[in-house]
């Protein structure tokens, strides 16, 4: 079992008892490590990751801890090939979580920023992320959330010409299609299975792809991807007030998530059918 890890520079990686893989990502593996004296951490890794993208997950973790207070994972480790982090727990589905998770989401968001973007680029999945800095939140939707995947081969093979038109049209009516909002920091990859918790059960968020942007674009991977609970959206609003319209938006800002699962898988599911239904109703 441990020949799994040699290509991994991990200090850990000689006293590893025992390994456990672990469900719900993608595009690296990610295990559950006991060690000799039984403590526990998470490995995730990949020997043809490209080179950035652990450290920018780790700097991404780092930034929610730092710039918001939220809680992420401790990291003990990163390399080109590995991310070494502590050992959390599966998420409860509890209204008490949830109520807890909604009101650190809504903390995050009243971090705000000057601009659009990020210092750097990133990463979603193992498709770069553009956070090139931009003035107006509208442009940067239109420019680096969606006509970005419109350049991906995959994803001008699973849509229509009549499809990347209706994008088009789409980026060319945001700003009669979204109210104007301040740019706000964004975990950049919200849904469940991004949620885990601590031993006290308190909310930890994991595998960020931060960047400045809209809270709605923020807010509709959690609301989109199997939401959770009424009382999450609740709880949220009693912190940060939404504007109004916000739930007939959600489908509209999730657009970004169906064309990284094009430009990744092809047509793969139902994405192409939720492009077209929100090209229907917002072009």
Same mark, same amino acid.
């Given at each position: 079992?441990?020949?799994?890890?040699?290509?991994?520079?991990?200090?850990?990686?000689?006293?590893?008892?025992?390994?456990?893989?672990?469900?719900?990502?993608?595009?690296?593996?990610?295990?559950?490590?006991?060690?000799?004296?039984?403590?526990?951490?998470?490995?995730?890794?990949?020997?043809?990751?490209?080179?950035?993208?652990?450290?920018?997950?780790?700097?991404?973790?780092?930034?929610?801890?730092? $710039?918001?207070?939220?809680?992420?994972?401790?990291?003990?480790?990163?390399?080109?090939?590995?991310?070494?982090?502590?050992?959390?727990?599966?998420?409860?589905?509890?209204?008490?979580?949830?109520?807890?998770?909604?009101?650190?989401?809504?903390?995050?968001?009243?971090?705000?920023?000057?601009?659009?973007?990020?210092?750097?680029?990133?990463?979603?999945?193992?498709?770069?992320?553009?956070?090139?800095?931009?003035?107006?939140?509208?442009?940067?939707?239109?420019?680096?959330?969606?006509?970005?995947?419109?350049?991906?081969?995959?994803?001008?093979?699973?849509?229509?010409?009549?499809?990347?038109?209706?994008?088009?049209?789409? *980026?060319? $009516?945001?700003?009669?299609?979204?109210?104007?909002?301040?740019?706000?920091?964004?975990?950049?990859?919200?849904?469940?299975?991004?949620?885990?918790?601590?031993?006290?059960?308190?909310?930890?968020?994991?595998?960020?792809?931060? *960047?400045?942007?809209?809270?709605?674009?923020?807010?509709?991977?959690?609301? *989109?991807?199997?939401?959770?609970?009424?009382?999450?959206?609740?709880?949220?609003?009693?912190?940060?007030?939404?504007?109004?319209?916000?739930?007939?938006?959600?489908?509209?800002?999730?657009?970004?998530?169906?064309?990284?699962?094009?430009?990744?898988?092809?047509?793969?599911?139902?994405?192409?059918?939720?492009?077209?239904?929100?090209?229907?109703?917002?072009?």
């Amino acid at each position: 079992m441990k020949d799994r890890w040699q290509s991994l520079p991990s200090s850990v990686v000689p006293h590893v008892a025992d390994a456990v893989p672990l469900s719900g990502g993608a595009v690296n593996d990610v295990w559950r490590l006991t060690l000799d004296d039984s403590t526990t951490y998470v490995l995730k890794g990949s020997t043809d990751a490209p080179a950035d993208l652990f450290p920018l997950e780790a700097a991404g973790l780092a930034a929610l801890q730092e $710039r918001a207070g939220i809680r992420t994972p401790r990291v003990f480790e990163v390399s080109a090939h590995h991310l070494l982090m502590e050992a959390l727990r599966p998420r409860p589905d509890t209204e008490t979580f949830w109520e807890a998770a909604s009101r650190a989401f809504a903390k995050l968001h009243a971090v705000r920023g000057e601009r659009f973007g990020w210092d750097t680029d990133g990463w979603l999945g193992l498709l770069p992320q553009e956070n090139t800095w931009t003035d107006d939140g509208h442009e940067f939707f239109a420019e680096h959330r969606i006509r970005r995947y419109l350049r991906e081969p995959k994803v001008r093979r699973a849509l229509e010409p009549a499809d990347l038109a209706g994008l088009e049209r789409i *980026c060319e $009516r945001l700003p009669q299609l979204v109210p104007a909002a301040p740019s706000v920091l964004n975990h950049g990859d919200l849904w469940r299975g991004n949620l885990v918790a601590d031993a006290a059960g308190e909310p930890v968020f994991i595998d960020p792809a931060v *960047c400045w942007a809209w809270a709605e674009s923020d807010l509709s991977m959690i609301y *989109c991807c199997d939401p959770p609970p009424e009382r999450f959206f609740r709880a949220y609003e009693e912190i940060t007030p939404l504007t109004d319209g916000w739930q007939d938006r959600m489908p509209l800002l999730h657009l970004r998530e169906h064309l990284s699962v094009l430009a990744h898988f092809g047509a793969y599911g139902d994405a192409v059918a939720h492009v077209r239904d929100v090209v229907r109703v917002f072009s």
